[in-house]
């Protein structure tokens, strides 16, 4: 059996890391500087972010359904592959490199005689070493330092996951592997550490308010997305029916009960801010679903389950980066507008005409954008938002989501270019007629 020399270099690479693994050790002279003891660890907020935890664990499996069902049925389990393969992929990259950059001790410049990140000491905390039991002194000060890490890889693992419905049935598997280390290393860790680091570029200096990831992960993801697109064509038959709405409605449905980890968990405490961005979650999307399928209608289109979904996730995306800055009848306006829009932008002719399988960037992308936008306006507290006299704060919020969409479109675009020199990122005419789960995996759905 012919074995391919990519194939070879992967399992090398796995190798490699695993060894390292056994004998990595970085001895810092800041270790008892940087964290507190035992008793500062509170049992309560423990509990729910080991909860939370696992809660966003099930969105990538979720995501995998939701976007499966949409799917042809020559693709469906090659497209579930894709979301399910990062649960071991980015898991793996977060502990060996990811989580050090994305919040070791920032590395970027000085503004104003203070010195902000663009990114994190790559080394600092490689192969989880100084994450332990210990709260951080500066980041989640009342859990585990470990378990801070490992919630922040469930959204490590969930973001590339989401691009892959833009290319869905026509990339190849290894490539696409390639692909996501890449995206996870130099697109998705900069931007974690400069909106959520405490002494980020992003979050410290422009003062930008991201309760959840709209910016970090599906502004990220959606224009990643439209990127691939882009680069890699259309599909040589971009018309297909849905396999299995229930599939969809199954995953919607785990999406909308993990999202309640991915946004309440993000309080990082067991508290009242929790408990808001828990009920401004679920009533934005409940919002969006009952504002999307009406809209529909109102243009001549039939009430559909598939629309409804949509509908759905496209009021928890919208919601993510406002949920524990806003009131409850707030969020009702979120969902609503939101879903207007991205609706407006899923059926507008040109985004149609570059063939977006599912549909990433107007649902991911315009939804992150405009949950941006409404948390800039609307988020509650002195001189936070615009509405709350915080002319200044709505400004920065504008400059960084230029930034954040010029750099995620323009680094993936990069990306794909180098991924597709090193492996070609379309499968041939033949294997994709044929469908990815046969010429791909050698399996039927």
Same mark, same amino acid.
């Given at each position: 059996?012919?074995? =391919?020399?990519?194939?070879? &270099?992967?399992? @090398?690479?796995? *190798?490699?890391?695993?060894?390292?693994?056994?004998?990595?050790?970085?001895?810092?002279?800041?270790?008892?500087?940087?964290?507190?003891?035992?008793?500062?660890?509170?049992?309560?907020?423990?509990?729910?972010?080991?909860?939370? *935890?696992?809660?966003?664990?099930?969105?990538?499996?979720?995501?995998?359904?939701?976007?499966? @069902?949409?799917?042809?049925?020559?693709? #469906?389990?090659?497209?579930? !592959?894709? *979301?399910?393969?990062?649960?071991?992929?980015?898991?793996?990259?977060? #502990?060996?490199?990811?989580?050090?950059?994305?919040?070791?001790?920032?590395?970027?410049?000085?503004?104003?005689?203070?010195?902000?990140?663009?990114?994190?000491? +790559?080394?600092?905390?490689?192969?989880?070493?100084?994450?332990?039991?210990?709260?951080?002194?500066?980041?989640?000060?009342?859990?585990?330092?470990?378990?801070? &890490?490992?919630?922040?890889?469930?959204?490590?693992?969930?973001?590339?996951?989401?691009?892959?419905?833009?290319?869905?049935?026509?990339?190849?598997?290894?490539?696409?592997?390639?692909?996501?280390?890449?995206?996870?290393?130099?697109?998705?860790? +900069?931007?974690?550490?400069?909106?959520?680091?405490?002494?980020?570029?992003?979050?410290?200096?422009?003062?930008?308010?991201?309760?959840?990831?709209?910016?970090?992960?599906?502004?990220?993801?959606?224009? &990643?997305?439209?990127?691939?697109?882009?680069?890699l064509g259309k599909r040589k038959n971009s018309e297909h029916i849905p396999t299995n709405i229930p599939f969809v409605l199954l995953g919607t449905g785990m999406l909308w009960f993990g999202w309640f980890g991915f946004n309440a968990g993000s309080a990082l405490a067991a508290n009242g801010t929790a408990a808001m961005a828990f009920a401004t979650t679920t009533t934005a999307s409940a919002s969006a679903m009952?504002?999307?399928?009406?809209?529909?209608?109102?243009? @001549?289109?039939?009430?559909?389950?598939?629309?409804?979904?949509?509908?759905?996730?496209?009021? !928890?995306?919208?919601?993510?980066?406002?949920?524990?800055?806003?009131?409850?009848?707030?969020?009702?306006?979120?969902?609503?507008?939101?879903?207007?829009?991205?609706?407006?932008?899923?059926?507008?002719?040109?985004?149609?005409?570059?063939?977006?399988?599912?549909?990433?960037?107007?649902?991911?992308?315009?939804?992150?954008?405009?949950?941006?936008?409404?948390?800039?306006?609307?988020? =509650? @507290? =002195?001189?936070?938002?615009?509405?709350?006299?915080?002319?200044?704060?709505?400004?920065?919020?504008?400059?960084?989501?230029?930034?954040?969409?010029?750099?995620?479109?323009?680094?993936?675009?990069?990306?794909?270019?180098?991924?597709?020199?090193?492996?070609?990122?379309?499968?041939?005419? =033949?294997?994709?007629?044929?469908?990815?789960?046969?010429?791909?995996?050698?399996?039927?759905?």
């Amino acid at each position: 059996m012919k074995i =391919e020399k990519r194939w070879v &270099a992967s399992f @090398g690479l796995i *190798s490699l890391l695993a060894i390292t693994g056994l004998f990595w050790k970085n001895n810092s002279s800041d270790y008892d500087n940087n964290f507190l003891t035992l008793n500062d660890i509170n049992a309560a907020d423990t509990a729910w972010l080991l909860t939370s *935890s696992c809660l966003v664990l099930l969105m990538t499996p979720g995501l995998s359904f939701f976007y499966g @069902g949409m799917v042809g049925k020559k693709n #469906v389990i090659s497209t579930m !592959l894709q *979301s399910f393969i990062c649960l071991g992929v980015i898991s793996l990259l977060w #502990v060996a490199l990811g989580f050090s950059l994305a919040f070791g001790d920032p590395i970027g410049i000085t503004l104003n005689g203070n010195y902000y990140g663009l990114i994190g000491n +790559p080394f600092q905390f490689a192969f989880f070493n100084q994450v332990s039991v210990l709260p951080h002194a500066n980041m989640a000060t009342t859990i585990p330092f470990v378990l801070f &890490a490992l919630f922040q890889m469930k959204f490590a693992v969930i973001t590339p996951a989401i691009i892959t419905g833009s290319f869905a049935e026509r990339v190849r598997f290894i490539s696409y592997l390639l692909f996501i280390c890449l995206f996870t290393l130099f697109i998705y860790t +900069p931007l974690c550490h400069m909106v959520w680091h405490p002494n980020g570029l992003l979050g410290s200096y422009f003062g930008i308010k991201d309760f959840a990831g709209g910016t970090v992960v599906h502004m990220s993801a959606g224009f &990643a997305a439209l990127a691939g697109v882009l680069v890699l064509g259309k599909r040589k038959n971009s018309e297909h029916i849905p396999t299995n709405i229930p599939f969809v409605l199954l995953g919607t449905g785990m999406l909308w009960f993990g999202w309640f980890g991915f946004n309440a968990g993000s309080a990082l405490a067991a508290n009242g801010t929790a408990a808001m961005a828990f009920a401004t979650t679920t009533t934005a999307s409940a919002s969006a679903m009952l504002t999307w399928i009406f809209f529909d209608r109102l243009n @001549g289109r039939k009430v559909s389950a598939l629309g409804a979904c949509i509908g759905a996730v496209v009021g !928890l995306v919208a919601i993510t980066p406002a949920a524990g800055f806003i009131s409850i009848p707030v969020s009702l306006f979120f969902g609503f507008i939101a879903a207007i829009v991205s609706n407006l932008m899923l059926n507008w002719s040109k985004l149609k005409a570059i063939d977006d399988t599912l549909d990433v960037f107007a649902c991911h992308g315009v939804g992150g954008i405009m949950g941006m936008i409404l948390t800039a306006l609307f988020a =509650e @507290g =002195e001189n936070v938002s615009l509405l709350n006299g915080g002319w200044r704060i709505f400004g920065h919020h504008m400059i960084a989501l230029l930034i954040v969409a010029l750099f995620s479109f323009f680094g993936t675009l990069i990306l794909y270019k180098i991924t597709n020199k090193i492996i070609p990122l379309r499968v041939s005419e =033949e294997s994709e007629l044929m469908g990815l789960d046969l010429s791909q995996h050698n399996e039927k759905f």
